[in-house]
């Protein structure tokens, strides 16, 4: 079964710019969540989707935005880059379980490195 | 609100030395917890979880115990080997919520 796959690898972007990451989660699995690590502030949570809808978000600004398409993959969108959002931005997929459970095991794509000149 | 410290590293010691990375939490209720790994140039992975109270979760010789008395969740192993050297994040998931809350991670080094 192939893993979560992120794409693209690394990308060099300008201030100002905005971009796009992709995330296919795990065959069968429904739910995608997106995080951002840094060296100052460690892993942060961005936000997670399931069946097409955003069930949580983080505490980050607007320019920060996703969606879940009906296969499940998911697409991250940072408008207006700044300094600050150079990152390794990492998507994790897991099983929801239905009737309400949350399901514990996250499995987490290799990221996008992002580096903002 | 919740949150992860863990024991600030870098954590360097020789092949089959016995190894200790401290994690405490702050977390209303019954949280799960986690131990993950993240190789060099590689995404997170899940090394072990306990999910109440003196749950102890083990894989590949590290272990951890879920202390509620010292809202502690601290991973060991008996001999650590060159290929244990990675970054090493503690997490919580608070009850009824999805998202993880990390720690600031704590690399280790292992030296032949």
């Known amino acids: 079964k192939a893993g979560v796959t992120q794409t693209p690898r690394y990308l060099i972007k300008t201030r100002g710019q905005q971009v796009t990451l992709s995330c296919s989660p795990i065959s069968g699995h429904r739910s995608v969540s997106w995080y951002q690590q840094t060296p100052g502030q460690g892993l942060q949570f961005l936000f997670e989707?399931?069946?097409?809808?955003?069930?949580n978000k983080g505490n980050f600004p607007g320019r920060f935005s996703g969606r879940q398409f009906s296969n499940s993959r998911s697409e991250m969108n940072v408008s207006t880059l700044e300094l600050g959002d150079s990152a390794l931005y990492l998507c994790?997929?897991?099983?929801?379980?239905?009737?309400?459970?949350?399901?514990?095991?996250?499995?987490f794509g290799s990221g996008t490195q992002l580096s903002v000149l | 609100g919740n949150s992860v410290t863990q024991m600030e590293g870098p954590v360097t010691l020789s092949e089959e030395a016995f190894l200790t990375i401290n994690c405490t939490y702050t977390?209303?209720?019954?949280?799960?917890l986690f131990w993950y790994v993240q190789y060099p140039g590689e995404g997170l992975q899940l090394l072990l979880k306990a999910t109440k109270a003196d749950d102890k979760g083990s894989n590949k010789g590290f272990e951890a115990t879920y202390r509620k008395e010292t809202t502690s969740f601290h991973l060991e192993k008996g001999s650590v080997q060159v290929s244990d050297s990675a970054v090493y994040f503690c997490a919580l998931r608070a009850q009824g919520a999805q998202k993880l809350v990390f720690g600031q991670g704590t690399r280790l080094t292992i030296n032949p």
């Open positions: 977390a209303t209720g019954y949280p799960s």
């Open positions: 989707y399931f069946s097409e809808t955003q069930r």
């Open positions: 994790a997929s897991s099983a929801h379980r239905d009737r309400g459970q949350t399901n514990e095991k996250l499995f």
